[in-house]
């Protein structure tokens, strides 16, 4: 077995080549994939499968409620097993709140190199995904495990929801409003901290945002004033923004200064400076003939890989104001950084 540091600290992402949902794969890869893969088969209960790129699938239930099934695994964006659980839970469980529903209960997805990490090291990123699993009122109720060559963690996780609450990428039209829920650039910051130029006060500022769970997205699900909604994560910004955008129709026209990001200038400086994650030029190389001009530096954080990022969320015209107060009575101060409009052939106008 190989030995931790000298220091005896366990450092989880020495041991994986990717990092949270950087390790997704690319979008145009994951096309080619499900191209290959053929069209699901036509069951009248299924609601929403993977054709619009939605968080989770939905199942009607024959009692004016859906089924919600999702899962979501990947390998460590830190080094702390315990908050690698934490966030892994997190972000799975966004999937169900992405999709306006209120999640029941989870399994654990397990990979483990036995041969270089100590089961106990396992021990402590499961009790992080039980501990978030408990803020979110659900258990951990059992899951399955490997021996793997790099620690991998995740939850399937079911929810539900009431149909007429259920919101998918589709449902967004032109004139919506383009809010998000959290800040931009935790790739950046991760990615920065790997590289050893993480500045002492943008230490914890992701992995704090990324342990936040996204139960807003239950009472978005009942609002009227929610058209569409989904989760910012691997794809980035620009990447989750075009599902949205393919699924209804629409183009999308952001302000890139009203995005909410972290310290803005201090990303585009870790920028500058490398730290970048891989998966954001994968990310643009999927999708980027179908965005507007933008310049290299603030391309980097709208295609920044986020884990366990926020919810995205599509406003319907002239119910911003209530929306914002609904965001607000849940602890959510939120201003719009776009709108919707009719469809181009340019899916994402970046001022």
């Known amino acids: 077995m190989t030995t931790p540091p000298d220091d005896g600290a366990v450092r989880l992402t020495r041991y994986s080549h990717g990092a949270g949902c950087g390790c997704k794969i690319a979008p145009k890869a994951l096309d080619e994939i499900l191209t290959a893969a053929g069209a699901s088969a036509d069951f009248p209960g299924l609601l929403v499968g993977h054709g619009t790129r939605d968080d989770a699938a939905a199942f009607d239930l024959g009692d004016g409620t859906a089924l919600l099934s999702t899962t979501d695994f990947f390998m460590p964006i830190v080094d702390d097993p315990m908050d690698f659980g934490r966030i892994a839970a997190a972000n799975a ?109 943008h230490v914890g500022l992701a992995r704090d945002s990324m342990v936040r769970l996204n139960d807003l997205g239950a009472a978005l699900g009942a609002s009227t004033t929610v058209q569409a909604l989904t989760d910012v994560t691997g794809f980035g910004l620009l990447g989750h923004l075009i599902e949205m955008c393919r699924a209804a129709q629409v183009t999308a026209e952001i302000v890139f200064d009203r995005v909410p990001t972290f310290d803005r200038d201090a990303l585009l400086d870790y920028v500058a400076r490398g730290a970048i994650p891989g998966g954001t030029e994968r990310n643009f190389a999927s999708y980027g003939e179908l965005v507007g001009p933008v310049d290299p530096a603030r391309r980097a954080i709208l295609c920044d890989p986020q884990t366990s990022g926020g919810l995205m969320v599509a406003v319907g015209a002239g119910r911003e104001a209530e929306f914002e107060a609904l965001a607000r009575s849940h602890g959510h101060t939120l201003s719009p950084f776009g709108r919707l409009t009719t469809a181009r052939d340019l899916l994402v106008v970046v001022d």
């Open 93 to 201: 469980i966004s999937d169900i709140y992405a999709m306006g529903g209120r999640p029941l209960v989870a399994i654990a997805i397990l990979g483990w190199p036995l041969d270089k990490l100590p089961g106990a090291v396992a021990g402590r990123v499961l009790a992080g995904a039980r501990e978030i699993c408990a803020v979110a009122g659900i258990p951990l109720a059992g899951g399955h495990s490997i021996d793997s060559p790099e620690p991998i963690f995740g939850l399937a996780v079911s929810g539900r929801v009431a149909i007429e609450h259920l919101k998918t990428n589709a449902g967004a039209t032109p004139g919506a409003s383009l809010y998000l829920t959290k800040p931009l650039g935790v790739g950046i910051l991760t990615t920065a901290e790997k590289k050893g130029v993480l500045a002492p006060e």
